[in-house]
């Protein structure tokens, strides 16, 4: 249950995307249908100054500068989906090597620093890079948030079965966006 009196940070995982590989087709329009919740989700969060955290693909650049990783992944699929979930200035960025956003990066000490002890997940692709990241959080002793309809997968039944593992296995929450906005104003 969302709660005002936990501390968290939203994070939004690989949406920085190039969709360029077997299936991106149908990951970027899976993406597109979830925007508007993480769009919403991101508002929210700066409303309550909640820190918003993107942690995404390096592209084998290695460089943690958001207009070089952003010029790579842009093209003809990507560009509508980027253009409208790009970071804000105060948003913090970070690179990832491989799918958890734990995982190489200094994620859980920036967590640390700012007093986190809840994450919200989302982004892309659910059953791979979002189940990582909500995987290295359980471990780490997060409590977890993964609204429902702010990831996805490359399909619904990848997405479904992903979301069936966290909540199960990682003890994650996954109600929906509204759900959660609804339970942190009740309980602020």
């Not at 955290?53 to 650049?61: A, E, F, R, S």
């Not at 997940?121 to 993964?146: E, H, K, L, Q, W």
């Not at 619904?156 to 079965?161: G, L, R, S, V």
Request: charged content about 20%; glycine content about 4%; proline content about 4%.
């Amino acid at each position: 249950m969302a709660n005002s009196t936990k501390h968290y940070a939203l994070l939004i995982i690989d949406l920085m995307n190039d969709f360029h590989f077997p299936r991106g087709d149908m990951l970027a329009a899976n993406t597109m249908d979830i925007c508007p919740s993480i769009i919403k989700l991101k508002r929210f969060c700066q409303q309550q100054q909640i820190p918003v955290i993107y942690v995404n693909d390096h592209y084998g650049l290695w460089k943690a500068d958001l207009n070089t990783v952003m010029g790579r992944a842009l093209n003809e699929r990507s560009e509508p989906i980027i253009q409208q979930i790009k970071p804000d200035p105060d948003d913090y960025f970070l690179i990832k090597p491989k799918h958890s956003g734990f995982y190489g990066t200094g994620l859980n000490t920036l967590l640390h620093q700012l007093g986190v002890d809840s994450v919200i997940i989302t982004g892309v692709a659910g059953n791979i890079c979002v189940f990582f990241t909500a995987n290295d959080a359980y471990m780490r002793d997060y409590s977890i948030y993964i609204p429902a309809d702010a990831i996805a997968s490359e399909t619904e039944k990848d997405n479904h079965y992903a979301l069936e593992m966290m909540q199960t296995v990682l003890k994650a929450e996954t109600k929906n966006t509204d759900q959660f906005i609804k339970e942190y104003d009740a309980h602020s």
